[in-house]
């Protein structure tokens, strides 16, 4: 199975033995809180293995992993307790000037023996720069396979960003919850609450991972939800809201939605609907078609978005092939044919047609079961 870039969520996720899953689970710690710049961790050992300093990216401008791990092996082992020694990071060290000086040029200065790399940068301006320079110097660096174990994890955790970068959008994952005919809701509309707790607290630890949450005019008039982060369990970082964004055309949701209760909502809708007054909203008057929304959230530098869809939005994701993620949540019912299907109507009419996804993982959250696919790398064989 292949990873997906919020599988460490998971409540079955193994804990961290090797040198790069420390580092990883150092990554996760900034994951959602980081933007532009990608989670990174880092830690460094000892000849024996044994970590001498750790650290993780906590928010653009602020120290890079490196620097704030290298900053942890002086502060409590004094200066030159790196040199000689071996360090590990999730992201080659980056080698151009930002916010912070080159990560590449603190290493180096600390006279560090040997660096461990999850990932090269899928930017592709600097895409290899860092081994590159750490290599020219003398450093015995070790890039970790990108398409298995822990490389493999340090690059899917690093797909939003790459989206980012080679695409100009955000990643896309799409959350539905069903019963296990696919429902999401009774006939009678009565959905809430389709899954257990263990479920919801899985979404809302999402939610906190996230940059925004986007939900449709239709999910925001039925459901009524808050989109905050409420119950998401603790991981090294104190929880926060996502961005809350509302598709909703002709500003049917009233300025009363519970969604709009803390200021800063994000709303998209046409250029031609009256202005409403909305608490603190931000309008967006270039209508609601999927491209230009995620286009404008790139231009806003988001890096993740979920989307917490009703059946027309999940339809549209799915239609116009945005859905980089899938987190499919099924409760131990059955509502029959009469209920509310997840997905609208899709046309398909030959098997080869339908969207297809790669499984990453498949859990079980208290009663519920969660499947969490993936785009697919290439076409899949449809069998006969």
Request: hydrophobic share 45%.
């Amino acid at each position: 199975m292949t990873p997906s870039a919020f599988s460490w969520l998971l409540p079955d996720a193994p804990p961290p033995t090797t040198p790069l899953a420390l580092a990883l689970a150092e990554a996760t710690k900034g994951v959602g809180r980081t933007r532009p710049n990608p989670p990174v961790g880092c830690v460094v050992l000892d000849d024996d293995g044994r970590v001498l300093g750790r650290g993780f990216h906590a928010r653009a401008g602020d120290r890079h992993a490196e620097v704030v791990a290298l900053d942890d092996v002086v502060s409590r082992h004094g200066d030159g307790a790196a040199r000689g020694k071996t360090l590990v990071v999730t992201l080659e060290p980056c080698t151009h000037h930002g916010r912070t000086p080159p990560c590449v040029d603190r290493v180096l200065g600390e006279g560090v023996a040997r660096v461990v790399v999850g990932a090269l940068d899928p930017n592709p301006r600097v895409h290899g720069t860092g081994v590159a320079r750490l290599q020219a110097a003398g450093v015995d660096v070790v890039v970790a396979a990108a398409d298995e174990g822990d490389g493999a994890a340090c690059v899917a955790l690093l797909q939003p960003f790459a989206s980012a970068q080679r695409r100009g959008r955000p990643w896309v994952v799409l959350k539905t919850a069903t019963s296990l005919d696919g429902k999401v809701a009774t006939r009678a509309r009565a959905s809430r609450f389709l899954t257990g707790p263990p479920s919801r607290v899985l979404v809302h630890a999402l939610r906190d991972a996230v940059d925004a949450v986007v939900v449709g005019a239709a999910t925001a008039l039925t459901d009524d939800p808050a989109l905050t982060v409420r119950d998401a369990p603790l991981r090294g970082v104190e929880p926060r809201d996502p961005l809350r964004v509302l598709l909703d055309r002709r500003l049917a949701v009233p300025s009363t939605a519970t969604l709009f209760a803390p200021p800063g909502a994000l709303v998209f809708c046409d250029s031609d609907v009256a202005p409403v007054s909305r608490a603190g909203a931000e309008h967006v008057t270039r209508g609601t078609a999927l491209p230009t929304v995620l286009d404008e959230l790139g231009r806003r530098d988001l890096l993740a978005v979920l989307v917490e869809a009703g059946p027309t939005l999940s339809a549209a994701l799915l239609r116009d092939d945005l859905v980089d993620e899938l987190w499919w949540f099924h409760a131990p019912l059955v509502l029959g044919g009469d209920g509310v299907p997840a997905v609208a109507s899709l046309a398909v009419d030959a098997l080869a047609d339908a969207r297809r996804f790669a499984v990453a993982h498949r859990v079980v959250c208290g009663d519920d079961a969660l499947t969490i696919l993936r785009r697919p790398r290439a076409p899949t064989h449809t069998g006969s």
